[in-house]
């Protein structure tokens, strides 16, 4: 059965690294391309016409002039438009068509998460039946370095497979946030920071446990490097794509990452890399 890759098009200038991205995917995964466009359904029904090929025919010269662009060899591919509301149709169709992957451009509105919630961005992201990838940088920078953050939630495990799966030649990263009980108050007491070490160390197992377990299922096992550092996790995790963007954050779509805040918002209106977000199945 042929893997299909879902692409939404808006045909901006910021969708042209996405448009780039999917198009080596699709290409180094051997899926099919489908290009999307999605259509105000409220237009007249002959403006709707003329529109569609209007759009078809821009999406067709967007897909050569990006592959010239980034000498990008051509992949199986099908161009179609469809009406509707943009979030609601991208899941629709990812569902019937049952896409592998969905990629899209990132958002525009950056510096703005209390404007990221609504767009149709988010919303896929939320509603998504495959993994979701925000593409930002250019199709020519290669997925070297993956981080992603790790707790014990069934949606974290499942970013940690997917990106396993899906780029085995990449270097992971697994970083797991952490907060003890009692820290302000006891943290200078010698007790407490024994208590506190023989924590932090049996934490370090679990997830060793945890990683061993997954790798079982798993062929190929690339190199992995495991951070442990203490504070909110959405704090943690924003101070260290600061500081060290990666190439890719590959993230569960709910967990604790995502517990005491909208981060899926900030990360949208502040990416420092290209983001994937997996659902727990």
């Known amino acids: 059965m042929t893997r299909t890759l879902l692409f939404a098009c808006d045909l901006s200038a910021e969708n042209r690294a996405a448009f780039g991205r999917a198009i080596r995917l699709a290409r180094e995964t051997g899926a099919r391309l489908d290009v999307l466009h999605v259509l105000d359904p409220y237009l007249p029904h002959a403006v709707l ?8 025919a821009e999406m067709e010269h967007m897909l050569t002039d990006i592959r010239e662009d980034y000498a990008l060899p051509a992949p199986e591919c099908l161009i179609q ?43 896929v992201l939320r509603g998504a039946p495959c993994p979701v990838i925000s593409a930002n940088h250019p199709p020519t920078q290669t997925w070297r370095e993956i981080l992603v953050p790790l707790d014990f939630s069934l949606t974290c495990r499942n970013a940690l497979h997917e990106a396993l799966k899906r780029f085995p030649a990449a270097h992971l990263t697994l970083l797991h946030a952490w907060e003890l009980p009692g820290e302000r108050e006891l943290g200078s007491t010698p007790s407490y920071a024994q208590w ?36 909110n996790p959405e704090e943690v995790l924003m101070n260290r794509l600061r500081r060290q963007p990666p190439d890719l954050l590959a993230m569960g ?22 983001v994937m977000v997996c659902r727990a199945w």
């Open 253 to 274: 779509s709910r967990g604790d990452w995502q517990a005491r805040g909208q981060l899926s918002d900030k990360l949208l209106a502040e990416p420092h890399c290209d």
């Open 81 to 123: 438009t469809v009406t509707g509301a943009p979030y609601a149709e991208i899941i629709r169709e990812a569902h019937e068509r049952d896409v592998d992957m969905i990629v899209m451009g990132a958002h525009r509105k950056r510096g703005h998460p209390d404007l990221v919630a609504g767009s149709t961005l988010a919303r």
């Open 49 to 56: 016409q003329d529109l569609e090929q209007a759009v078809v």
């Open 196 to 231: 506190r070490d023989t924590r932090v160390r049996q934490l370090r197992r679990q997830l060793q446990v945890e990683i061993d377990t997954l790798m079982a299922t798993l062929d190929d096992v690339p190199e992995l490097d495991l951070e442990l550092e203490q504070g």
